[in-house]
T-cell receptor, first 114, second 114 residues
Framework: DAGVTQSPTHLIKTRGQHVTLRCSPI?????VSWYQQVLGQGPQFIFQ???????GRGNFPDRFSARQFPNYSSELNVNALLLGDSALYLC?????????????FGSGTQLSVL | QQQVKQSPQSLIVQKGGISIINCAYE??????FPWYQQFPGKGPALLIA?????SEKKEGRFTISFNKSAKQFSLHIMDSQPGDSATYFC?????????????FGAGTQVVVTP
């Protein structure tokens, strides 16, 4: 079975540009979460979507937005890129909430902002 | 603010030795405590998790010890192997209703020497 897939794997942008990152969850998983991982730190929660509705937002500015599509895939958009947005962006899917809280992470998109 | 504090930042252990990583949390409403393992170039993968109704959980060579009164939990890797060399993250729910939203510790880089 395919795991969580993310595209692209690497991306280089310049300050002020816009970026769109994509994620396909494991088949049957309806929840998608996005995390930012800066080098040497733990993942930081950005967004969580379940059944196409936003269920949570972390402490990130409005330049960050996301959406989930009817097939449960998801996009993360970042506007007006800053140097500090350089990080590994991780997508995680899960089958449901409640007691089963196992997150399955993709390998991430490495974003470099120059 | 960081509500999950992890230590040490890094550790080196000989093959066959025991690796111990500690985490402290603040919110007593947390009810699920996972540990994730991350290899370079990969996303984190769930290793083992515990709920506060038990004080210890063991899966193979990996054991979580949980101390509710001290608000601490730890990961023990017994008989450490070179393949265990990775970065380990503890985590806790973002709030009482986790919905795929987790706070991660800063990570511990474990190196197992032959």
């Amino acid at each position: 079975d395919a795991g969580v897939t993310q595209s692209p794997t690497h991306l280089i942008k310049t300050r002020g540009q816009h970026v769109t990152l994509r994620c396909s969850p494991i088949s049957g998983h309806k929840s998608v979460s996005w995390y930012q991982q800066v080098l040497g730190q733990g993942p930081q929660f950005i967004f969580q979507y379940y059944e196409k509705e936003e269920r949570g937002r972390g402490n990130f500015p409005d330049r960050f937005s996301a959406r989930q599509f009817p097939n449960y895939s998801s996009e993360l958009n970042v506007n007006a890129l800053l140097l500090g947005d350089s990080a590994l962006y991780l997508c995680a899917s899960s089958i449901e909430t409640g007691l089963n809280e196992k997150l399955f992470f993709g390998s991430g998109t490495q974003l470099s902002v120059l | 603010q960081q509500q999950v504090k992890q230590s040490p930042q890094s550790l080196i252990v000989q093959k066959g030795g025991i690796s111990i990583i500690n985490c402290a949390y603040e919110n007593t409403a947390f009810d699920y405590f996972p540990w994730y393992q991350q290899f370079p170039g990969k996303g984190p993968a769930l290793l083992i998790a515990i709920r506060p109704d038990v004080s210890e959980k063991k899966e193979g060579r990996f054991t979580i010890s949980f101390n509710k009164s001290a608000k601490q939990f730890s990961l023990h890797i017994m008989d450490s192997q070179p393949g265990d060399s990775a970065t380990y993250f503890c985590a806790a729910p973002w709030s009482g209703d986790s919905w795929g939203k987790f706070q991660f510790g800063a990570g511990t880089q474990v190196v197992v020497t032959p």
